[in-house]
Structures are given as C-alpha cells and as structure tokens.
C-alpha cells in the first residue's frame, strides 16, 4: 500500500462504523470527486450515443482503459467539429457518479481536438459559421480613438509579448492597466474572458483594450479561437485590438476584434502614431513661423539700407520719390505686422506654446523699425544741411513729413502695446471662466454620481451586464447581479409576482 492510500486510509477511519443510506454514500462520493476538474486525454470510442440536447461516448487509451463522458449539445459546437470514433481529443471536466443510475460519468465542460489537421479543419468550419452569424462584420467594428491616453493590457505578465508592447510605446503619456491572464494551456480561455469582464465593468472610460501574446503552434493558440471569446470580444464595449503572435498567425479574436496587428510590437507603434505625427506638425509649424518673420525683417532692413544710399546721393526730387516710398513701404508693414497679429491670435488658439516667441519677434521687428525710422531722420537732416539755399523750403517739408513718419511708427508701436495687453487682460479672463465651469460640473457630477446613490441606501440590478429598469423583463430562472455601496451579490430570480 502506497503512503497515499495508506494516508487516505486513516481519514476514512470514522467513516468505517457509519451506515450510509445509498442517497448519503452517493452524494459524499460526488462530493469528494466533482471538484477534481482535471484535462483528459484520449481517443473517442467506436460507440457514440447523440440526442437533441446532450451525448454520451467513451473515451479510452491503448492500455484499454475506458472513460464513460458526457456532454451536452453545446460544447460539441463549441468544437465546431463533428465527433468521430478514433478522434484524438482533450476534455476538460469534472467526474460524477449519477444517483438515479448509480453510473460513473465524467462531465465535459469544454472539449478541443489534437492534432494541427482537426485543429484546422475546426478553426475553418467555426470562422464559417461565426462569419455567417455577423460576428466579424467590418461595420460593427468600433473605431479606435485618434489620441489614446488610456489603454488596458491583457498578456502574461513579464512576458517577451508584454515587454515588446511597453517598450514600443512612444513617451506621449499613456496610462497602462494591465491584467496578468495565463495565454495558453486550459485555463487561458477563461482567463481572458475573465480580463475582458473586468475591464468592461471597473473602466469602462478606456480609450482602447489590447490582448497580445508571442507566436505559436495551432494548438498553443487555440484558446484565440474558441467561439466564447469571440462572442465576448464581440459584446465588449471598449475597442479591441489583437496582437496575436507573427505575421501568418491569424486568429478568430483577430477576425472580430476593432482592429488587429501582426504583433505585440505593431500594436504600441500604432497607439503611439497619432501623437507622434502631432509633434511633428507642431515643429513643422513653429519652424515656418519663424522662418517667415526672419525673412520679414530681412527683408525690410536691406530695402532701409538701399533708401539710404539713394538719399544720400538724389537730388531733392529723388528725396520727394523716396518720402512716398518710405510711406508706402511703412503702410505695408504696418499691414503685415496687423496681419501677423491676425495670425498670431489663430496661432495662440491652436498652439498657445507659441505665444510668447511670436510676440518676442514682433516686439523686436517694431524696435528696428523705430530705430530705423530714427535713423532716417537724422540722414534727411544731414542731407538738408548739405542742399543748396534754395531748397530750404523743400527741406522743411521733409522734415515736416520725417516727423509724420516717426510719429505713425510710435502710434503702431504702442496699437501693438495694447493689443499684447488685451491679449493677455482676455487670456486671464477666459481662463477665470472656465475655471468656474468645471468646478460647477465637477459639482453637478458628484451630486448625480450612482455611487452616492448606493451609499444612501439605493442598490443597481443588471441581468447580463445590463442594467434592470422594471421587474417586467425578468423571469425566474434569470440570474441577477446587485450593486450596493459596500458591494456585490449575484441571485437568481425563483418566483415572480404579477
């Protein structure tokens, strides 16, 4: 006798002198084997029994042990492929004795065939099926958002899969929420439904869900194309993508999530492209802009470097055609530096960073147009002093005219001055009022929040995930979940009252 038996021996020691009716003797046998839900494999036997709603078969292996299973309907199509004696297949389950036989049975739960040739041939037949069922139609799809900031993760933690994702997101300020999901074995199917479960129910604000693993045979994957994960992709409201193995792996989670990538690499360059095309523009855009008021000034002081050469050497009625065009050119700029203003008030919008640096070079082309309207000035001065007697009279023009041209250079200096102080008298404005509306909001939230409905004793009721409104869509038999401030219960409705 081996130390197990002789150790299951001693505990069943108080049992010897009880006399179990055949009722008692049954259940306490379920009761020690039904929680064993253990994977079995083997080959299904030459007799199949098939109703409507449930089947039973042997499973056995080459030593000619035999294995008595039953199922219902829906796991079989669940399989998606037909059952056949000599078929090589993995159950999951649990063993029951059946009290009103007194046989033994094993209960399947799920059931998957072996081999990469029915694997296949199940994946090809469920992909038709769930195909013809709307599952994988393109207008249902959800879109995901241009500006992910808030992303949930579904992977084996400290896995290649997880680390390529993370590595691959660009520094653009996402908040990840990870779930640690076993994805592969038998247990990956229910863990990754479970992660969808708990995401939809505890942040259902995610901008995106992603559900990632490396690459890997058809029977590693095969969780990725089970029939109840792509129904649960399918009802989950937050936007799925898929990043399931390599290039040539498809999945059916590929086929019905919001969007799949190749890898768990493709899926963090693609949450990070919108923000790193948006850097980009915002250069692109600052470069132009000051590239642009460079070359305006530029321009400027050679066209005042060539008017002083031409003053000094024309005679009065060169100075004459020279005043007009020193006025026309000063009611040009004054036009352009107006229409940088425009600008500038576009560019505040839509690029506040920008503010400070265009308002710098504006200042500072006015202060070379001040010096320079100065400095004309005193070269015109300097040119009527050289002029002959009889173009005193000329003289005193320009000069009257050279205190015009100063004067409306000092009156569009201080129209900047006080546009710049508008500016930003607007800016504080503004900012005062908005303030004072998201605080209201944020009060008129907290008043309207259903958690402060539950603390005063309210409580939620879903059935499937959906919230309850009137006890006329109910009926027994349904399960319920309840919300309350301090928790959850889930029931059954037994009876209901007209």
Not at 83 to 89: D, S
Not at 169 to 176: A, Q, R
Not at 360 to 385: A, F, P
Not at 430 to 458: F, H
Request: net charge positive; hydrophobic share 35%.
């Amino acid at each position: 006798m081996s130390a197990y038996s002789k150790k299951w021996d001693q505990s069943l020691a108080p049992l010897r002198e009880k006399i179990f009716t055949v009722s008692e003797i049954v259940d306490f046998l379920n009761d020690l084997i039904k929680p064993c839900q253990v994977t079995v494999r083997g080959e299904v036997g030459e007799k199949i029994n098939e109703y409507p709603r449930f089947l039973f078969f042997n499973l056995v292996d080459k030593k000619g042990a035999v294995l008595p299973c039953f199922a219902f309907r829906n796991v079989l199509d669940e399989m998606g492929v037909d059952l056949k004696p000599g078929m090589e297949v993995k159950i999951f389950g649990y063993p029951e004795i059946r009290k009103n036989k007194g046989s033994f049975n094993f209960q399947v739960k799920r059931m998957s065939p072996v081999g990469e040739g029915d694997l296949k041939k199940q994946f090809e037949i469920l992909k038709k099926r769930l195909d013809e069922e709307g599952y994988f139609d393109p207008i249902k799809k959800k879109p995901i958002p241009d500006f992910p900031k808030n992303i949930g993760l579904i992977t084996s933690k400290g896995s290649d899969a997880e680390k390529d994702f993370i590595t691959h997101l660009e520094d653009c300020g996402f908040n990840i929420f990870s779930y640690n999901s076993r994805v592969e074995g038998d247990s990956a199917l229910d863990d990754i439904i479970n992660g969808i479960e708990v995401f939809s129910k505890n942040f259902p604000e995610l901008d995106s869900l992603v559900i990632t693993r490396g690459g890997g045979s058809w029977e590693s994957l095969q969780a990725f194309n089970s029939e109840k994960l792509v129904k649960a992709v399918f009802s989950c409201r937050i936007p799925i993508i898929s990043g399931i193995g390599h290039e040539n792996d498809v999945t059916l989670i590929d086929l019905v999530s919001d969007l799949r990538v190749s890898t768990p690499t493709d899926a963090g360059k693609f949450l990070s492209g919108s923000w790193r095309d948006a850097k980009g523009f915002i250069n692109q855009v600052e470069k132009s802009l000051n590239g642009s008021t460079v070359r305006m000034i530029g321009e400027a002081n050679r066209f005042f470097e060539r008017s002083k050469k031409l003053l000094f050497f024309k005679t009065s009625e060169l100075i004459r055609r020279k005043e007009k065009n020193l006025e026309y050119l000063l009611s040009g700029i004054t036009a352009k530096v107006r229409l940088k203003i425009n600008q500038f008030d576009y560019l505040e919008r839509e690029f506040g960073s920008q503010q400070k640096k265009v308002k710098t070079l504006l200042l500072q082309q006015m202060d070379r147009l001040n010096v320079l309207g100065e400095s004309l000035e005193k070269q015109k001065s300097d040119i009527l002093e050289k002029t002959e007697s009889g173009l005193i009279v000329r003289s005193e023009s320009l000069r009257s005219n050279g205190f015009k041209i100063g004067v409306a250079i000092r009156r569009n200096k201080e129209k900047i001055s006080d546009l710049s102080y508008n500016l930003e008298k607007s800016k504080s404005h503004w900012g005062k009022v908005i303030s004072t509306a998201l605080s209201a909001e944020k009060k008129r939230l907290i008043i309207s929040s259903p958690n402060l409905k539950l603390k005063q004793g309210y409580s939620i009721t879903r059935r499937e995930g959906k919230v309850v409104k009137s006890s006329e869509v109910l009926k027994s038999g349904d399960l319920i979940t309840t919300d309350f401030a301090d928790g959850t219960t889930n029931s059954r409705v037994q009876k209901k009252d007209d």
